[in-house]
């Protein structure tokens, strides 16, 4: 006999009710949560943000190096990760699952202690979704919503020339991450005996397998008293998200390649892989860092931020979206982004 329990054996109803059974509800807005036709919300006077994001099996994550308990995570901080960029708290999630017949009650208990532990982490509420089967893999849709004092929702578009740019963290790591993810499971597949080689790559590993939401950066802005002019989550690479930062502002932009954030495990790792490290940085998706922009009169409450780096300024939309070089060149920054089409 089998340990572990196949989902025809619990049903759909069953699967709900203990994923329900788990949950316990916290945001002072959640009226009513899972086991009804639809979820109650009660937001006052606030603006409410909505955002998506749909994770497929194959696509977007890869089962043989990424545990079900952190994909459960992940796929709940990358929609956290979108309502902080709009300066928003997030409060409540819903979350939709096609689930392949190969998947078993425990594994998809698993997923779902990511999911609470993401949960319980940015303090949002669990409040419904969806359950059906799927022909392939496992997809999995969560709905975030989030709310902000009205008039206070930080768009993409509002960047002026001479804004500061700005971006939290470091850049580089998840896409190195999943290379070496991707070269550890290839050396595996060619000789089973191999253990996975991961010294001083642990910080790679860790940011392409666990990332964070930056809502800690959003709180400590408003505590200091700073407004974004512009703000955007990272996920297909800094230089997507400039490009789109500039073409909805109507702006363009001056990066200063030596201000660009990164971990000396990106600059080693990006050498051992024969990668330009400004290209990982520039172009490497899945950080889910903040790149927001700001007016110069913040500069003094920001510029010893630990977490915050200045790395470039806004400019007139003729000059273009630029990266100046220590060599004092400059040259138009291209956004590659990830299509998977
Ligand atoms: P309906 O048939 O009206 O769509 P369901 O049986 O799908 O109702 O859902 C019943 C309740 O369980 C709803 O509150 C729904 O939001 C919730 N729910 C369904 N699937 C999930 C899931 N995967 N995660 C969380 N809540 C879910
Ligand atoms: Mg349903």
């Given at each position: 006999m089998s340990e572990y329990t196949a989902l025809s054996d619990l049903g759909e109803f069953g699967l709900i009710r203990r994923i329900q059974n788990t949950i316990k509800l916290e945001q002072k807005s959640t009226v009513v949560g899972i086991g009804d036709d639809a979820a109650v919300l009660e937001p006052g006077e606030k603006n409410i943000v909505v955002s998506t994001d749909m994770l497929v099996e194959g696509v977007h994550f890869d089962l043989s190096f990424c545990p079900l308990r952190h994909l459960g995570y992940k796929a709940v901080a990358v929609n956290v990760s979108d309502i902080a960029a709009m300066n928003a708290l997030p409060t409540q999630i819903t979350v939709s699952l096609a689930i392949g017949?190969?998947?078993t009650v425990e594994a998809i208990e698993e997923l779902y202690d990511g999911i609470r532990i993401a949960c319980e982490n940015y303090k949002v509420d669990l409040v419904g979704g969806d359950t059906t089967s799927s022909n392939a893999g496992l997809v999995i849709s969560i709905t975030a919503i989030g709310e902000v004092a009205k008039g206070e929702a930080v768009l993409r578009s509002t960047a002026q020339p001479n804004d500061l740019i700005c971006v939290t963290g470091d850049l580089g790591a998840a896409y190195l991450g999943l290379q070496v993810l991707e070269r550890e499971k290839q050396v595996f597949m060619d000789n089973p005996e191999m253990q996975p080689d991961l010294q001083d790559k642990e910080y790679l590993v860790q940011r392409q397998l666990k990332p964070e939401a930056r809502m800690d950066v959003i709180h400590e802005l408003k505590e200091l008293g700073v407004k974004p002019t512009a703000m955007i989550d990272i996920s297909d690479g800094l230089a997507s998200e400039i490009m789109h930062l500039c073409a909805q502002s109507g702006t363009g932009a001056a990066i200063y390649q030596d201000k660009l954030p990164a971990d000396q495990q990106v600059l080693n790792t990006a050498e051992e892989f024969r990668l330009d490290p400004v290209t990982c940085i520039l172009n490497?998706?899945?950080?889910?860092e903040l790149l927001f922009t700001v007016n110069l009169a913040d500069l003094n409450k920001i510029r010893?931020?630990?977490?915050?780096?200045?790395i470039g300024k806004m400019t007139e939309?003729?000059?273009?979206v630029r990266l100046a070089t220590p060599s004092g060149n400059t040259f138009p920054i291209k956004a590659q982004g990830w299509t998977h089409f």
């Open positions: 017949s190969r998947y490497g998706g899945e950080d889910y010893n931020h630990p977490d915050i780096t200045i939309a003729s000059e273009g």
